[in-house]
Nanobody, 123 residues
Framework: VQLQASGGGVVQAGGSLRLSCRAS????????LAWFRQAPGKERDFVAA?????????YYASSVKGRFTISRDNANNTVYLQMNSLKPEDTAVYYC????????????????WGQGTLVTVSS
């Protein structure tokens, strides 16, 4: 699976952005998809994930719950991250990731990674 993330940019605090991650591969619908982020000098942190099951269960970091929404479009092999009410502390490079296993909040749980897209939130 190859992943291509896009949609990053500069936005003022309180604004919104939508990130997209398009995947190649025949079995996109069987992958757990996730977003992680990494701020300068910090570790890569879990943001959100969506399972491949029929209910498309979703999981969020406490810091983004209620502000971010992850969704997937299997027909277009794309996973989205809608980010609302952005804060300066959301500034980071955002990475999409995929794996066939169940949802994991650790980066080590994902085999496939996109190249990252930079989100900058100004105060």
């Amino acid at each position: 699976v190859q992943l291509q993330a896009s949609g990053g940019g500069v936005v003022q605090a309180g604004g919104s952005l939508r990130l997209s991650c398009r995947a190649s591969g025949r079995t996109f619908s069987s992958y757990t998809l996730a977003w992680f982020r990494q701020a300068p000098g910090k570790e890569r942190d879990f943001v959100a994930a969506i399972h491949w099951n029929s209910g498309y269960s979703t999981y969020y970091a406490s810091s983004v719950k209620g502000r971010f929404t992850i969704s997937r479009d299997n027909a277009n092999n794309t996973v989205y991250l809608q980010m609302n009410s952005l804060k300066p502390e959301d500034t980071a490079v955002y990475y999409c990731a995929a794996d066939t296993s169940y949802v994991n909040r650790s980066p080590s749980g994902y085999e496939y990674w996109g190249q990252g897209t930079l989100v900058t939130v100004s105060s």
